[in-house]
């Protein structure tokens, strides 16, 4: 079996862009820059492989993993209190001008769960990979095929009870904290964990809310879909005790129909990895058909 050739990956959330070199699962180097709040995409790209350019040479392809919407190479916001962006972004033509070699890009949390599945927690199940962090990503992976468009973005779903919200908007960072203004001025979610491992009644109580609502999510995830696994991820996913509380939101349900949570086995490099690795993928179908 060929070795794993190097691949530039990055990654564009909400609040920071990453870049890797990656060679399978081996992150070789690393650079991150903050997300802009202003300007526009190509400008924001333009400026991370300005910081890059010593790395130009190192890889033959480019895996492209951003939060919103990719169609044919085209970008698009999801949630702009995400990220804004302008609708149909030529994404993958803009990367190939400041590349110089082929790209694939994909949703950030659909590149995760593939990173997951093939290398990490998903253990090659069928699954479902939550990411829950600034907003509530998702991917799913069944019989071994990454699903693409708009599956998985579950943090998108809507509910009578906030019908002009998306889900993400009372479960995720931005909404935590929201929450904990009132109690700690100019808090972080970060903070809001740091204060329910202080004992602050009010964060655990605003990070309890969370973990319910994303075990209401689990739960009908389950019903539409019976995956083998829920992979959950993510700043907030990740953080001590969330898992455990989401857990604790499941107890009641019946056995047959509770889910099984896992939490994410590559950290924030799920992305990377699992872009990488498409990437690399769709450059040896490209030789293949030569």
Same mark, same amino acid.
């Given at each position: 079996? @060929?070795?794993?050739?190097?691949?530039?990956?990055?990654?564009?959330?909400?609040?920071?862009?990453?870049?890797?070199?990656?060679?399978?699962?081996?992150?070789?180097?690393?650079?991150?820059?903050?997300?802009?709040? =202003?300007?526009?995409? $190509?400008?924001?790209?333009? %400026?991370?492989?300005? %910081?890059?350019?010593?790395?130009?040479?190192?890889?033959?392809?480019?895996?492209? &993993?951003?939060?919103?919407?990719?169609?044919?190479?085209?970008?698009?916001?999801? *949630?702009?209190?995400?990220?804004?962006? +302008?609708?149909?972004?030529?994404?993958?033509?803009?990367?190939? !001008?400041?590349?110089?070699?082929?790209?694939? &890009?994909? *949703?950030?949390?659909?590149?995760?769960?593939?990173?997951?599945?093939?290398?990490?927690? #998903? *253990? !090659?199940?069928?699954?479902?990979?939550?990411?829950?962090?600034?907003?509530?990503?998702? #991917?799913?992976?069944? *019989?071994?095929?990454?699903?693409?468009?708009? $599956?998985?973005?579950?943090?998108?779903?809507?509910?009578?009870?906030?019908?002009?919200?998306?889900?993400?908007?009372?479960? @995720?960072?931005?909404?935590?904290?929201?929450?904990?203004?009132?109690?700690?001025?100019?808090?972080?979610? !970060?903070?809001?964990?740091?204060?329910?491992?202080?004992?602050?009644?009010?964060?655990?109580? /605003?990070?309890?809310?969370?973990?319910?609502?994303?075990?209401?999510?689990? !739960?009908?995830?389950?019903?539409?879909?019976?995956?083998?696994?829920?992979?959950?991820?993510?700043? /907030?996913?990740?953080?001590?005790?969330?898992?455990?509380?989401?857990?604790?939101?499941?107890? $009641?349900?019946? +056995?047959?129909?509770?889910?099984?949570?896992?939490?994410?086995?590559?950290?924030?490099?799920?992305?990377?990895?699992?872009?990488?690795?498409?990437? =690399?993928?769709?450059?040896?179908?490209?030789?293949?058909?030569?």
């Amino acid at each position: 079996m @060929s070795k794993p050739r190097t691949v530039l990956s990055i990654d564009v959330g909400g609040t920071k862009m990453l870049a890797a070199l990656v060679r399978g699962t081996e992150i070789v180097d690393t650079h991150r820059m903050p997300t802009p709040r =202003e300007g526009d995409p $190509a400008q924001w790209l333009t %400026a991370l492989f300005g %910081a890059i350019a010593s790395w130009r040479g190192a890889y033959g392809s480019v895996g492209a &993993a951003v939060t919103g919407i990719v169609d044919n190479g085209q970008w698009s916001a999801l *949630n702009r209190k995400t990220l804004d962006i +302008p609708d149909g972004f030529a994404l993958t033509e803009t990367i190939e !001008r400041l590349a110089g070699v082929p790209v694939l &890009a994909a *949703n950030d949390a659909h590149a995760a769960a593939w990173g997951e599945y093939a290398f990490g927690a #998903g *253990n !090659r199940e069928d699954m479902v990979f939550l990411t829950i962090s600034t907003g509530i990503g998702g #991917g799913v992976v069944l *019989n071994g095929r990454l699903l693409e468009g708009l $599956a998985g973005h579950f943090g998108q779903s809507r509910s009578a009870e906030w019908p002009d919200d998306a889900l993400e908007d009372h479960i @995720s960072g931005h909404w935590i904290a929201r929450q904990a203004a009132p109690h700690q001025s100019g808090a972080t979610a !970060r903070d809001v964990f740091s204060a329910a491992r202080d004992g602050h009644d009010f964060a655990r109580r /605003i990070i309890a809310t969370s973990a319910e609502r994303t075990a209401l999510l689990c !739960r009908n995830i389950q019903l539409s879909l019976d995956p083998r696994r829920i992979v959950i991820g993510g700043s /907030i996913g990740l953080a001590e005790g969330y898992l455990a509380a989401v857990d604790r939101g499941l107890e $009641a349900v019946p +056995p047959r129909l509770r889910p099984s949570l896992h939490a994410a086995a590559l950290g924030e490099n799920a992305g990377v990895i699992g872009i990488a690795d498409l990437a =690399e993928r769709q450059q040896n179908l490209r030789e293949n058909q030569r």
